[in-house]
């Protein structure tokens, strides 16, 4: 069976699906995101762990990597990708969204670094072009790059839409 890893897995929701399918490997850094993914989905292996400084012992044919990369700034960003590639078998394949630059929090707020604000008090996100996404991840083979928008559910019916990117590639 195929091995896959999810970077900052939440409380399951990408790894319930690909479980269905795949010997899984989720890592999230929230201790109640992990309680709750181990009583979401019982298929997949949760570990407790950040990104950023994980050692794993195997490696993996698929990293998937939903909504995570957009929270750090440009140094961090880059270990995980490094990580992403140290943890993906050779012709591996990678699948990562990340916000869009044309997502309406683009713009808001201080600019922390280039295409990096923080859109509210204490909350800072990168925001992507597709030309930036293609640089982020120039050391794989880039199979297909697109966007897209998700709507997000909240409490008391409330909902928002968030634009995304998309890129798929193989480690070289
Ligand atoms: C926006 S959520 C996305 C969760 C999941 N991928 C999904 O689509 O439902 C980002 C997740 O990354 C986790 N996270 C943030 N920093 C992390 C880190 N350094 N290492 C591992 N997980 C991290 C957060 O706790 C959160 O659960």
Known sequence: MKQVLVLGAGYGRNTKELAKYFKVDGIEVSASAVKLAREWDTRSNMIQASVLDVELPKKYDAVF?????????????????????????????????????????????????????????????????????????????ILETGSFREQLHYAHQQRSWIHLRYVSFLKK
Do not use: W
Request: proline fraction near 1%; charge should be negative; hydrophobic fraction near 35%.
């Open 65 to 141: 990597c939903y909504n995570l990369l957009h929270l750090f700034k440009q140094e961090e960003r880059n270990v995980i990708i490094n990580k992403c590639s140290m943890l993906l078998q050779e012709r591996g394949v990678g699948f990562f969204t990340v916000f869009s630059d044309e997502d309406s929090s683009c713009g808001k707020g201080a600019l922390l670094e280039p295409n990096t604000y923080e859109y509210k008090t204490g909350k800072f996100a990168h925001f992507f072009s597709e030309m930036d996404l293609k640089d982020h991840f120039r050391n794989f083979t």
